[in-house]
Nanobody, 127 residues
């Protein structure tokens, strides 16, 4: 069974940091091309945040998180991390990772096109 599992969310004060993890299992190499990070705040649409290519480790960041968030993977390429620094209240959302063999990181602005999703992890930035 192909599965993505996020972890690492929590409550943090503004200016603080969190590291999210996305563990992939059950995927063959041809099914795990790019891992995207998305978030959905209450009352808002899901939006793409960041993405990493498993082919060349190139990365993508949405403008509001550029310079604050860093996406990376480990040597096995089965876990992807999202290091989030200088967190702001507007970063509060449920964060999801997703993958799709047909999607590239340039498709991160189309969350509805991605097939495989984790269950999400809540990030709350509040004093």
């Amino acid at each position: 069974e192909m599965q993505l599992v996020e972890s690492g969310g929590g409550l943090v004060q503004p200016g603080g940091s969190l590291r999210l993890s996305c563990a992939a299992s059950g995927f063959t190499f041809d099914k795990l091309h790019n891992i995207g990070w998305f978030r959905q705040a209450p009352g808002k649409e899901r939006e793409g945040v960041s993405c990493i290519s498993m082919y060349d480790l190139s990365t993508y960041y949405e403008s509001s998180v550029k310079g604050r968030f860093t996406v990376s993977t480990d040597n096995t390429k089965k876990t992807v991390y999202l290091q989030m620094n200088s967190l702001k209240p507007e970063d509060t959302a449920v964060y999801y990772c997703a993958t799709d063999s047909e999607m590239s990181c340039s498709d991160i602005d189309e969350p509805g096109w991605w097939d495989y999703w984790g269950q999400g992890t809540q990030v709350t930035v509040s004093s």
